[in-house]
């Protein structure tokens, strides 16, 4: 143990009776039953608030089972009083109770609801969630209230997010590794690699009702996402009857944004429709310098590059339940989007020699123009007899994307002494068409047996991709010919067939889930250019397992285990080489396997009614890690590839810690430590290497008023070694206020992003045959404005139908 201090300490607080740290702190349930006075029946879903006195300050709330029971805990000792609520019905308050050594349980009789007329034509229901909820799986960051990411998309939420990186790119890493599940609502997301980078940057904020981290998932999950998981959950209409909202905001370096839902609950339909449109305008520049040390003497390049890129998307998702009877629903979803842009790329090269001389001076320039279109339908068949624990899925779904883009390329010697230009030395252009398509069945079945829950399913995935590049070359004559070097059309078919099976249940002050997951895949690369063809099958098993335990009402351990898989995607793989960056190429390996990852969790959290605190130790194992490998050639251009790795060990530890002191402030932070060690020895000794970095985030809230609320967020990640070199710090800091209007139906809001500018990077490589030196830098400092208006009427008595989905039914929702 003192060579382990931090899992040392880990123990002895999971071991510590609670009253040997909370010496003053006794915990306290409060349980009872909600039922209509006019028919005795249980009121299912009805809500129930416990609001602290003297200050009437929210503490926590449930919801009523589908017997209309519930139980709240914990709560610390003090004075406290209960309401509950129904739609139809008249809200309850309870008479003023105290937690006490001597009370600690309440247990109240009945609580009867009695209809409002009132209410009956009508009601509002408004729903204050806990900003971070823990599940035995999975941390819930409800971002309704992020105003820091107001105006922006799913990227800028994603960075307010405990244990989440977004880059300078857009690429997405969960506690430093970037190969994550992306979810949207439960699903996959409907895009992969670049494009569902483009597809979260097209995604309002204001269209996610918050983010789900999933570090270890169980084996009912896709095993995609060496990392974890992040789901996605839209917004959808959280009251019956006819509501909606638009939202409308600009900023200062000339981006844009509107988005408006819809929501209609009609008998048994209700309908959910939401639609964004983003329009943006971005500049970046860099900086490279490399030392070629093949030759003797030395050769260098040195390299600027400036850019401009605009975009314009628009988003569409619909939504749609009914109920054939109070058991069985059919649900329908479509998410439709679309894109375009340009982009302006100059790079500007200087070759020199060991004394510094300029041998050659040239540039390129890019000129771009691309479309893209994401579409994802889905059709389900549910049958509820208990909710999370006797149901029945079925689902079909299809989604299909495009990407078009087209490149013309200029390259022009420059004068070595004043830069002028001389004349033209080459023009290209490429044109590159994507089509991917996928098709998805899957059925989910929860039974109870005994005292266990038995989940088993079957998912089976179909996809394909057609990629087809045609590049262009000037000849002598200057015309443009096709170019046989550079043109090539490849066909990818993937099929992954999964059965899973997962049993969960208690044993005696344990909570166990334990799962395992049989996967079958099958895989051809066609290279329709040259006839080629690469075939890769092969099985898995994917166990996992967790292990929970309350020493406490208010503390709880956890242990789990994962395997989990990164397969290549077909850039990795196409063998043809790009020449986008003739100093600068990239080219796949077909050869390119994938990627496994053990993954060991230790979790402890400790709730309070100030907050929560939790620590957890991770250790990940990979193998065959998927890694980029630069070379050099003898003239000097560098080519990017991917190889496997022998091996990969990630371990390190999170905190993270949420506070809230009454309605004035709140606010939570993190702060993450690994080390990732790597064993390429088989490839080089030279890329064997071992790094410990850090991070660190905090977001804090303030009600400064009634309807006036400012928010901060701020993070750093330190310096990190990397296979063949380095890669600095990195921060970005962000500030928000927003005023409501009109009686809380609206409001306004400014955002001011990276405010001292310092959102880039640079990062240095170095091996035997070459030093590289690079930075990069983005337009990210921005001020913007927006304008939300929400409305609606409120419905006719409807009994509120419950999901059965399990997730947000918590004791975390507190309703008032």
Known sequence: MSRFPLLAAFVLLAATPASALDVAVTIGTIEGKVIGADTGSPLATATVAIWALPDSTLITGAIA????????????????????????????????????????????????LNPDAAELEGVEVTAERAAVAFEIDRTVYNTRDQIT????????????????????DGNISLRGNQNVGILINGRPAPARGDALTSFLQQLSAEMIERIEVIPNPSAKFDPEGMAGMLNIVLKEGSELGTSGGITLGGGSTGEYNASGNLNLQKGKLTVFSNYGFRSSDRNSSGYTFRENRFLDPLTLLEQDSFGLRESRSHVANVNADYALDKRRTFSTSALFSTRTGSSNNANQYLELDDPLSPTSRYDRLTFGDGSGMNMDFSSSFR???EANQNEL?????FNRSTNDDLDAFEEQALSLTDGSTMD?????????????SELIGQFDMIRPVGVLKLETGYRGTLSGMDNTLFSESENTAGQLVPDVRRNNTFDYQEQVHAAYGLVSGSVGVLD??????????????????????????????????????KPSPMRQVKVSYSKRVNRPRTRQLNPFTTFSDPQNLFVGNPFLKPQYTHAFELGLQQFSRKGSLSLTPYFRRTVDEMERFKTVSTDGTST????????????????????RFGRKFS??????????????SSIGDDLTSSDLSWSTRANLSWNVRDGLDMQAFWFYRAPRDVAQGRIASFQVANFSVRQKLLKDKASLSLRVSDPLNQMGFSFELDSPTFYQLGERNWESRRATLTFTYNFGQAPKQQQRRRTGSGEDMGGDMGIN
């Open 424 to 436: 033209i030395r080459e023009r290209s252009r490429e044109t590159l068409d994507i089509v991917e």
């Open 393 to 397: 899925t079925a689902e079909l779904r």
């Open 383 to 385: 049958r509820v007899v």
């Open 667 to 680: 606010g939570f932070a993190s702060f993450n430590a690994y080390r990732v060690v790597t064993d390429a």
């Open 640 to 659: 990017t590839t991917w190889r496997n790795f022998d091996q990969s060990d990630s371990y390190g530890a999170e905190v993270v810690g949420s506070i």
């Open 65 to 112: 089972d589908v017997s209309g029971e519930f139980e709240i805990s914990p709560l610390d000792p003090g004075m406290y009083y209960l309401e509950a609520s129904f739609v139809g019905y008249a809200p309850f308050r309870s008479e003023p109770f105290r937690i006490s050594p001597s009370n600690r349980r309440i247990a109240l009789d009945q609580i009867q």
């Open 149 to 168: 990411a107001s105006g922006g998309n799913a990227t800028d939420l994603l960075q307010n997010i405990p244990s989440v990186e977004v880059d300078i």
């Open 512 to 549: 166990v889930q334990a799962g395992l997951r049989a996967e079958q895949v099958l895989t051809r690369f066609d290279l329709t250019t040259t006839g080629e063809a690469f075939d890769n099958d092969y099985r898995s098993l994917f166990p996992s397992g967790i292990i929970s335990w």
